[in-house]
């Protein structure tokens, strides 16, 4: 049933989701490694005067085992005030969340208690396989559905890999979204330029080429993505491709713009060949077509051999693995995670061209180990992961298993499970808050992957108004 | 047409033009997006354009046909479709999508065409140009009723449809400039009133009114 009026975590402008009230809640993606449990949605107090706050406080379990959950998104959010297809009194309620492994999709209620998340739709792997996809990855809400992005067929778990569309209100799989996809074949992440008919994709591997594990072969023969592709969002066709390299291999996190009248965009690269480094490039518009610059490198640290897993051990150093980028709704701040050396790093990017970084922080990291200061006697596994950024960009949540299989290769002994939220200043300047630190048996034997905030966050919601 | 008629479409104008998913918020965020007021004024046109064209096409069968056919067989079978239709925009929660924000003027035109018919707009105007030259036959209507049933019967559609759109068109860019120039967007959080839902209600009414009167 519709609203009267439009559902209040909508905004027009990017400003005024910056000015949203703090999340309450935050919804974390828990998995099983060993399929042996169901995957679960964690629900964890983030109202800083509440006396559970920085604790599980809900638990969801699936119906199924071995989904390994991912990535997940909201039914709903700020686009659906965009004037070509408004629908505003449509509510924020539902969490669209997919298996990557079992290409099976729930759907989430969060609404009548949202400590107590309600699965009120499943779509199972069939029905999601009638878009021609498997492998369901990211979710955005778009303006005339939601969209999912899928690593793979829905055959032999090879490519081609895209988008699908589900009913906005239904959930019921809509189909293949390209109408035209020209040489695209890896897909990974999607995003979009709203106000300027633009989506942008990016490439990580067919499911055959990452589920048994990174694969050396591929990567030094560098078979994994380096390209980015623009579409036509409304006429769905490719519209240009741009290579950024072979060497730069895995280009995976999507970041444009919020400010709709801003046509530029962040993506990270994962690892150079050449050097284990990775990188930070820039997506922009010159003369009409889109230019991609590389704006931040980070350099490999060496490290031991014995300090580093079989995997690593021939490189005699620790990649910075930058595995997620998340960029303030404001524009103005990006974080990204050095999954392998175990930092994230703020960069002020007022300047797109010209990032400066403005803070970091250090937990876990394939060599350090750095544990939480609030627990100063555990070596942390795994590093900063998956990050959400709240929409008023004061506090960052960071989660630190990376994928099943791939947590496997670079921490051997375990990757843990742990989230932990790091306060911003104003002028930049991470701090980590010493309160916030589920972790462990917290999580019940679970890996946990992406945090979405509760009325939405940096990396859910798109406008169609710019601030001013 | 009687002055009760033109107020009545003057009025469904105004209410057509008021609801943002017409289209004078599309024009806003235009104007928005190029940073321009020209860009937002220059929308305007093609939008009513598109609106007239959609009211127009329905005005004029309804009146070329109201004398052709028995009118009170028109205003019950119109009657009839507007309360289904009334009933499935307020029971189907779906909507549509016809373009990207991109569009030259012909295709915001079709833009609003399309969303004008698929809100089934001149459907409303049903009950005014039906059912009220029955009601009113003595009521010295002003075209000679000699015309009814003859091609010159659809221009009188066409020219309420025409006063249905210039008061949408008032209505609309009202809205549009006041948005733009002094309130903001941000008031759409508080006001965007489910028009839809509002306006599937007034079509229900108004098809049993159509019916009410011509049977």
């Known amino acids: 049933m519709t609203r009267w009026t439009p559902d209040p975590t909508f905004y027009p402008t990017p400003r005024d989701a910056a000015g949203a009230p703090a999340e309450q809640l935050a919804y974390v993606a828990a998995f099983d490694r060993t399929a042996q449990q169901p995957d679960a949605i964690a629900v964890i107090d983030t109202e800083p005067s509440s006396d559970t706050y920085g604790r599980v406080v809900g638990w969801t379990d699936l119906p199924h085992t071995g989904d390994e959950l991912h990535h997940f998104g909201w039914n709903a959010c700020s686009s659906a005030l965009c004037p070509t297809a408004p629908h505003p009194h449509v509510e924020r309620r539902y969490l669209i969340v997919p298996g990557l492994r079992s290409s099976r999709l729930y759907v989430i209620d969060t609404k009548d208690d949202p400590r107590a998340p309600r699965i009120v739709k499943e779509i199972s792997p069939e029905e999601f396989g009638a878009s021609g996809y498997s492998r369901p990855h990211t979710i955005h809400c778009g303006p005339d559905g939601i969209y999912v992005s899928a690593l793979g067929n829905a055959t032999d778990g090879g490519g081609p890999g895209g988008i699908a569309v589900l009913d906005h209100t239904t959930f019921d799989v809509r189909g293949k979204w390209e109408a035209d996809r020209g040489d695209q074949f890896l897909a990974y992440d999607f995003w979009w330029h709203l106000t300027r008919d633009v989506l942008v994709t990016s490439e990580w591997g067919t499911p055959d080429m990452i589920e048994d594990g990174i694969d050396p072969e591929l990567l030094l023969g560098r078979k994994y993505g380096h390209r980015l592709h623009f579409w036509d969002l409304t006429k769905r066709t490719l519209v240009q491709t741009v290579d950024l390299g072979d060497q730069y291999q895995m280009t995976l996190e999507l970041r444009p713009a919020h400010d709709p009248t801003r046509e530029y965009g962040f993506v990270g690269v994962v690892v150079s060949v050449e050097d284990l480094s990775a990188s930070i490039w820039l997506w922009h518009r010159v003369n009409g077509e889109f230019a991609v610059t590389k704006v931040i490198d980070i350099a490999a640290e060496p490290a031991a051999t014995e300090d580093l897993p079989p995997a690593l051990q021939p490189f005699g150093a620790v990649p910075p693995l930058v595995t997620d980028i998340d960029l303030s709704v404001d524009d103005k701040f990006l974080y990204v995670s050095c999954w392998g050396t175990g930092e994230l790093k703020q960069y002020d990017v007022s300047d797109p061209f010209h990032p400066v970084e403005v803070g970091s922080v250090h937990l876990g990291g394939i060599v350090r180990r750095t544990p939480h200061p609030s627990f100063p006697d555990e070596r942390l596994a795994g590093g900063p992961q998956m990050v959400e950024v709240s929409r008023d960009g004061r506090r960052v949540y960071v989660t630190n298993s990376l994928y099943g299989s791939w947590d496997d290769q670079f921490y051997p002994d375990g990757v843990g499970a742990w989230l932990a939220k790091i306060d911003v200043a104003g002028t930049g300047g991470l701090t980590l808050d010493p309160r916030f630190f589920p972790h462990g048996d917290e999580f019940r034997g679970r890996r946990v992957h992406q945090t979405r905030l509760q009325g939405g966050d940096a990396s859910s919601d798109s406008y169609c108004f710019p601030s001013a | ?215």
């Open chain 2, 1 to 215: 047409m009687t002055w009760g008629q033109i107020a009545a479409l003057a009025g469904l104008g105004a209410f057509h033009g008021l609801n943002p998913a017409m289209g004078w918020l599309f024009a806003v965020a235009r104007g928005m997006q190029e940073r321009s007021r020209r860009v937002l004024l220059t929308s305007l046109p093609p939008i009513a354009l598109g609106h007239l064209a959609s009211v127009a096409i329905v005005a004029a069968i309804v009146s070329a046909t109201s004398s052709v056919v028995a009118a009170n067989i028109v205003g019950i079978a119109g009657g009839t479709v507007l309360v289904a239709f009334g009933l499935w925009r307020l029971l189907s929660e779906r909507h549509f999508r016809w373009a990207g924000m991109r569009l030259s003027n012909t295709q915001l035109t079709g833009w609003s065409f399309l969303m004008s018919s698929a809100h089934g707009a001149g459907l409303m105007l049903l009950p005014v140009l039906a059912a009220t030259p029955v009601t009113s036959a003595h009521s010295g209507h002003m075209p000679p009723a000699g015309l009814d049933g003859t091609p010159l019967a659809a221009l009188e559609g066409v020219a309420a449809a025409g006063i249905h759109t210039i008061a949408m068109f008032a209505a609309m860019a009202l809205c549009a400039v006041l948005v733009y120039e002094f309130v903001g967007v941000t008031i759409l959080r508080r006001a965007w009133f489910n028009v839809d839902r509002l306006w599937a209600a007034v079509m229900v009414g108004a098809g049993a009114l159509t019916i009410a009167l011509t049977a």
